[in-house]
C-alpha cells in the first residue's frame, strides 16, 4: 500500500523514478523492519540520522516507521546528498548508505592517485558496493519483466491511502472502528504508533485507504 504514495513523492521532486524502489533493498519494503545496528523503518534510519531529518522517536510514536514522515525525511536526505555529489545519483545512493565522509574519502583517495571517481571505480565498503548494484538490479526486473522471466502484478487502482486529520489525541480502536476497518489495517497503514493510541503531542493524523 505504500508504493504508490513513494512514487508521487519522488516524481513531486523530480528525482529518478528507480528511487521509489529503494525502500526494497533497504527494508523489503517492510515499515516494521530494524536492523541490529539500530535502523527501522522502510527508509532504515538510524536513530541519530533521524533526529536530523525530524522524525520523532518517543515512547508513543516513532516516525522512522511513519511512511509519511520517513519519506519525507528520506527524500530531503537523498536531495541533500545529490547536490552535494553535483547531480551523481549513484554517488549520492552510495553516500545514502554508508555516509558522505566514507564516500568522499574514498573520490578524494582516488582523485589523488589519478583514478576516475565515479562510483563504478571508488574503494568503498563491501555492503555499499552491492548495495547501488542491487538497486540498478531490481529497476531492470521492473522496467522489463518478460526479460527475466518474472510477472509483476499491477498495483490495484485503489491501492495507497489518503492522509486524514485527527485534530488530536486519538484511540486507534476507534479510529477503526470509525473508519470501518479493521484494527490490523489500520496499524497497517500507520506502523509508525508505538500504543494503543496516536502520539498526544502529534503526528495528528491517520492514513487511511
Aim: glycine letters at 10%; hydrophobic letters at 40%; charged letters at 20%.
Amino acid at each position: 500500500p505504500y508504493l504508490g504514495y513513494i512514487y508521487d513523492e519522488v516524481s513531486k521532486r523530480g528525482f529518478p523514478a528507480e528511487i521509489t524502489l529503494l525502500p526494497f533493498v533497504e527494508s523489503g519494503y517492510d515499515p516494521l523492519a530494524y536492523s541490529h545496528g539500530r535502523a527501522a523503518g522502510l527508509w532504515q534510519f538510524i536513530p541519530g540520522t533521524a533526529r536530523m531529518f525530524g522524525l520523532q522517536q518517543n515512547w508513543w510514536y516513532d516516525g522512522r516507521r511513519d511512511v509519511v514522515a520517513s519519506t519525507q525525511a528520506a527524500l530531503d536526505y537523498l536531495d541533500k546528498l545529490q547536490q552535494e555529489f553535483d547531480g551523481d545519483w549513484l554517488l549520492a545512493l552510495a553516500a545514502y548508505n554508508s555516509g558522505e565522509g566514507t564516500v568522499g574519502r574514498a573520490i578524494r583517495k582516488n582523485r589523488k592517485a589519478g583514478k576516475p571517481v565515479d562510483f563504478w571505480h571508488l574503494d568503498l565498503p563491501p555492503e555499499t558496493s552491492v548495495y547501488v548494484p542491487k538497486l540498478l538490479a531490481i529497476s531492470a526486473m521492473v522496467a522489463n519483466p518478460e526479460k527475466y522471466g518474472i510477472t509483476l502484478d499491477p498495483l490495484p487502482a485503489q491501492s495507497g491511502f489518503e492522509v486524514v486529520a485527527t485534530g488530536g489525541q486519538l484511540d486507534l480502536a476507534v479510529a477503526a472502528e470509525l473508519a470501518g476497518l479493521e484494527t490490523d489495517e489500520l496499524h497497517r497503514l500507520n506502523p509508525g504508533f508505538n500504543r494503543w493510541a496516536t502520539d498526544p503531542q502529534g503526528p495528528h493524523r491517520l492514513s487511511l485507504p
